[in-house]
């Protein structure tokens, strides 16, 4: 899998940033792990191995593919 660097709107070189799998166009989200349990329960079908992120709204406004 070769992952093609899209965007962040880090300062300092830290999470969140957005990849694409240049083989599928499916896309890598990189962002702090969702880990407050209050939270986590109100998610519905989170799959075994699933990790939930959390990334600002603007990350996705800004260089989410628009297609």
Not at 22 to 43: K, R, S, Y
């Amino acid at each position: 899998m070769t992952l093609r660097f899209i965007g962040t709107t880090s300062e300092h070189g830290n999470c969140p940033t957005l990849y694409e799998v240049e083989e599928t166009g499916a896309i890598v989200v990189q962002g702090d792990q969702l880990t407050d349990p209050e939270h986590l329960a109100q998610l519905r079908d989170v799959g075994e191995g699933e990790t939930v992120v959390v990334v600002p709204r603007e990350l996705l406004t800004r260089f989410a593919p628009k297609e």
